[in-house]
């Protein structure tokens, strides 16, 4: 094997540190999504008032840490490990919505990781991002809407789609868009200099 195929092997590969950060980022999407869930509780009410479908807006608080923990480790696997942990982290915590919210952190951080693997984890900038958040948001829609345990199960139709549509843009938006600022304040910071993610503060927005 060739030095530049041993480098690209490695640098696909898992240190113990990106593990620590990975596992780090994901306990304190646990805490987020635990408190985001007592928020989202008082919210929702009038939201369900005014139009049920308008709580899919607040969907993307519960994609934060797989897109986050992509954007910093940038290995194959992170936005799925941080998302699923942080969802195990919520339910142990106590969690409303009992043990669905572990399928439910599964299924939001494979939605991100096959926007980052369909780029080939080269491409971390923002219109990545915001697709990653944004298919994250999209199964979230789907699982909520359709899964035997989805809390929305029984919308019509027309509700089940406007749902989708508006986690699809919570996730773009509060995901996508906030952990891509978040990632370049933190590289700012020096604190990512262990991770190709410490140039994100320098790296070009759209390409």
Known sequence: MSTAAIKKTTSKSWRVVDIVVAALVAIAGGVIFWAWDQGAAA????????????????????????????????????????????????????????????????????????????????????????????????????NDSFAPWGWNIAYSGADKLAYIVLTTISGAVLAGGLSWLATRGLARTGVLSSFASRKAATEPVFS
Not at 94 to 104: D, E, I, K
Request: charged share 5%; with cysteine.
């Open 43 to 142: 919210l929702s009410a009038p939201m369900n008032a005014a139009y049920p479908p308008l709580t899919g807006l607040l969907a993307g608080g519960w994609m934060l840490p797989g897109v986050l923990g992509m954007l910093i480790i940038r290995k194959p696997g992170a936005a799925l490990f941080c998302e699923t942990v942080a969802a195990t982290g919520e339910l142990l915590m106590g969690s409303q919505y009992g043990a669905s919210v572990l399928f439910s952190g599964f299924i939001q951080g494979l939605g991100a990781e096959i926007i980052f693997a369909v780029f080939v984890y080269r491409k971390f900038n923002l219109p990545v991002s915001l697709l990653a958040g944004a298919a994250a948001g999209f199964f979230c829609g789907l």
